[in-house]
């Protein structure tokens, strides 16, 4: 059974760092897509950062981008949405979703629909 687990929430102040994780179970992260993305209340959710199955590509959303920074660690089937600078406005639920591809690829996206797999959430409150 796939799984898709998000860690590394909590709260932090306004300038302070997370690290969040994604760490999947159940299928290759090796050959998979992973997006991360958030919902702040009453808002739509959007896209924050992805990275490729390759890991040769990265995108950031253009609120993020400087502070944000996403890698991923093969052997332990972990990918990693390293928060620095963070805002208030950076306040959401942060998802992490998940697509097996079964070969090496330089893409991916904000899209939504492109991923398959797609974890429970983890709070960020930025707050002083």
């Known amino acids: 059974q796939l799984h898709v687990v998000e860690s590394g929430g909590g709260l932090q102040q306004p300038g302070g760092s997370l690290r969040l994780s994604c760490t999947v179970s159940?299928?290759?992260?090796?050959?998979?897509?992973i997006g991360w993305f958030r919902q702040a209340p009453g808002k739509e959710r959007e896209g924050v950062s992805c990275?490729?199955?390759?890991?040769?590509?990265?995108y950031y959303a253009e609120s993020v981008r400087g502070r944000f920074s996403i890698s991923r660690d093969n052997a332990k089937n972990t990918v990693y949405l390293q928060m620095n600078s963070l805002k208030p406005e950076d306040t959401a639920n942060y998802y992490c979703a998940a697509r097996e591809i079964y070969y090496s690829s330089n893409y991916c996206s904000f899209k939504e629909s492109e991923y398959t797999n797609w974890g429970q959430g983890t709070q960020v409150t930025v707050s002083a």
């Open positions: 990275i490729s199955s390759s890991g040769g590509t990265t």
């Open positions: 159940g299928f290759t992260l090796d050959y998979s897509r």
